[in-house]
Every structure is written in structure tokens, then in C-alpha cells.
């Protein structure tokens, strides 16, 4: 169903969270013999400042919702007032991230490829995020996230799939119904929510 169910996990938890994701970004370099791949991105997300639209009509609010009914997981520290990216390393086991996120060549071409103004010459910006695993800066933040089943890295963000997954789960659970009034946005929120229907079946 999922090339790798690790990633589509990552995906379902940071679009629910009003994140746009890519996925599978390959990097590649040229040299005098031609280009070559260094690496590959497991995940490019970007978050973009929102207000979720708000109406007071016949004595009651209505909110209009897109797509994704969108939350916010506090562990996420989303700096709302700016543009949030994060360069995501997904493993299966222990946390840790690949040599090419330590390499600014890679995380230039990833920032190339977000676009926007960080406030500073993009390989500056890729040195540092290389180095201490976070920039803030001009309308951006940019931060290295790594996702595992156990473990922790330095220099980065970490979090762990049982999180994630609960996340969704909740998720899920506290909008069921209005997740019932429109196509599910994600395979993975879809799946939770017929998971969901599996164990409680309607009475009539």
C-alpha cells in the first residue's frame, strides 16, 4: 500500500499538523565526470502562518475547513508567526540521521528547492542548519527533524512513531464526525478512521 509505511506515518502526522510535504527529494552534484547522487531528503515540510477562518452567523460559529482538518501538536514548537521548514530523517528502528544531513551542499539544495527568504545567503544558512541542527531567520525557521521508534540525536529535533501515531489517533477520534463530511485527505488518516469504524460498527 506504502512504499514505506514509516514515511507515509511522518507524512499523515505533519499534514494533519498543516504541513506540505515532499517527499523522496533526491540530491545530486555535478563534477567533472558528470552529476552525482549524494542523497536523498526523506521529507521537505513546510508549514505556512494560517488563521482559520471564522464566522459568527445565527448565533453559532462556523469554521471552513480544507482538505485536512488541521491541529497542532505542542511537541512540534511551531513558531507560528513564521514560515516553519523541516528536513525529516525517517527510520523504521533507532533514531539517527543519514551523513547527508550533516552536508550543507544537501541542505542548500533543499532550501533552494523551499524557496523564501531566510534571511541570509542560502549556503550560510545550510552551514549553520548542518551545524547546530536550526536557523531562524528573515520570514523562515528551519529545523533537522529525525523520526524513529527509539532513541534521540543531538542537534536536531527528535520524535518517535508511537507519538506520532497517537497524535493521528486522537486526532481522528476528536473530529470524527466532521472527518465524515468530507473525502479523507490522507491514506493514512483514512485508514485510522476505517480501523476505527472496524471496531465500532453502527448499532442498526
Not at 533526491?26 to 526523506?42: A, I, R
Not at 452567523?57 to 511551531?78: F, K, M, N, Q, Y
Request: proline share 5%; hydrophobic share 40%.
Amino acid at each position: 500500500m506504502w512504499d514505506d509505511p514509516a514515511v507515509a506515518l511522518v507524512c499523515a502526522y505533519l499534514r494533519v499538523n498543516g504541513y506540505f510535504t515532499l517527499t523522496e527529494f533526491e540530491v545530486s552534484v555535478s563534477t567533472k565526470h558528470g552529476y552525482q547522487s549524494l542523497t536523498d531528503l526523506d521529507v521537505i515540510a513546510v508549514r505556512l502562518p494560517t488563521v482559520a477562518e471564522r464566522h459568527r452567523r445565527s448565533g453559532h460559529v462556523r469554521r471552513t475547513e480544507g482538505g485536512i482538518i488541521v491541529a497542532l501538536d505542542p511537541a512540534l514548537h511551531v513558531d507560528e508567526s513564521r514560515i516553519d521548514v523541516l528536513f525529516v530523517e525517517v527510520k523504521q528502528g533507532k533514531v539517527e540521521f543519514n551523513p547527508g544531513m550533516r552536508n550543507p551542499l544537501v541542505l542548500e539544495a533543499g532550501l533552494r528547492r523551499v524557496g523564501g527568504s531566510p534571511g541570509a545567503p542560502v549556503d550560510e544558512v545550510a552551514k549553520s542548519l548542518a551545524e547546530h541542527g536550526e536557523y531562524t531567520g528573515g520570514e523562515q525557521r528551519v529545523r533537522l527533524l529525525a523520526v524513529g521508534s527509539h532513541g534521540r540525536v543531538g542537534r536536531g529535533t527528535t520524535l518517535h512513531h508511537g507519538h506520532l501515531l497517537a497524535f493521528v489517533e486522537h486526532h481522528v477520534e476528536q473530529y470524527a464526525e466532521a472527518l465524515k463530511a468530507m473525502e479523507a485527505g490522507d491514506p493514512v488518516v483514512g485508514f485510522i478512521e476505517l480501523v476505527n469504524k472496524a471496531k465500532h460498527p453502527p448499532t442498526k
